[in-house]
């Protein structure tokens, strides 16, 4: 048997490589470019008390400092039409991903956000320091799809007037903006941490599809 395990060896040892390469070539590929090196936050910019990157993720604590406001930390770059997707995990309290917004200082920012909670807000898609729920959600949907304390996948497209929200694979929002003096059609991407009570949350593989 040991030529048989020898030559299954060496199959497994030329098939894998080229299985990696095959998947990092489909990846770059399929159009996405990452927001976040994983080492730094280079692109970015935020409270560095509230912010720091650990073993390829971007966390927010509010463990050490006490907010007066929401915080952000947000791309210096803008984007009009995309598709970004991320993942997160909140141990507790309210986060949130803001699109298509307008930075404003103190690490204060304005405009859409797709709702990270702890409560039934997860999924809502909301409009920070402005008209508040824009769309809201089915809570058994969320309630099935969302997971409490572990890795949740957010897929947010905005086309146009159109912005949708995808949760682990689950719609949660489908929203066409009726209001183009109020609703913004370019703005960069953030992350929040909430006012309140002490709170963290980790985001990872933050990448983003431009559209035309």
């Known amino acids: 048997m040991k030529p048989f395990r020898c030559f ?4 497994l040892g030329l098939v894998l490589p080229f299985s990696l ?8 590929n399929d159009g996405f470019v990452p927001l976040f090196d994983g080492k730094s936050l280079a692109g970015w910019s935020g409270d560095p008390d509230l912010w720091t990157v650990e073993d390829g993720m971007i ?10 406001h929401n915080s952000f930390l947000a791309t210096s770059k803008t984007y009009k039409n995309f598709v970004l997707r991320l993942k997160f995990k909140l141990r507790n ?31 809502i ?11 809201d959600v089915d809570q058994d949907k969320i309630a099935k799809a969302f997971k409490r304390h572990d890795w949740n996948e957010y897929v947010i497209t905005c086309d146009g007037p159109r912005i949708t929200q995808v949760l682990n694979g689950v719609t949660t929002v489908d929203y066409t903006e009726k209001d183009p003096q109020k609703g913004a059609n370019e703005g960069i991407i953030a992350l929040q941490l909430h006012v309140g009570p002490k709170m963290k949350v980790w985001f990872k593989d933050i990448e983003i599809r431009e559209l035309p």
């Open 8 to 11: 299954s060896s060496l199959v």
């Open 21 to 28: 390469i095959f998947s990092a070539r489909a990846s770059a």
């Open 59 to 68: 966390v927010g604590s509010t463990e050490s400092k006490t907010l007066k």
């Open 93 to 123: 309290g309210n986060s949130g991903v803001q699109i298509r917004s307008k930075q404003h200082p103190d690490y204060i920012v304005r405009g859409y956000q797709a709702d990270i909670a702890e409560n039934r807000y997860t999924g």
């Open 125 to 135: 898609l909301y409009e920070e320091g402005g008209r508040g729920i824009l769309a």
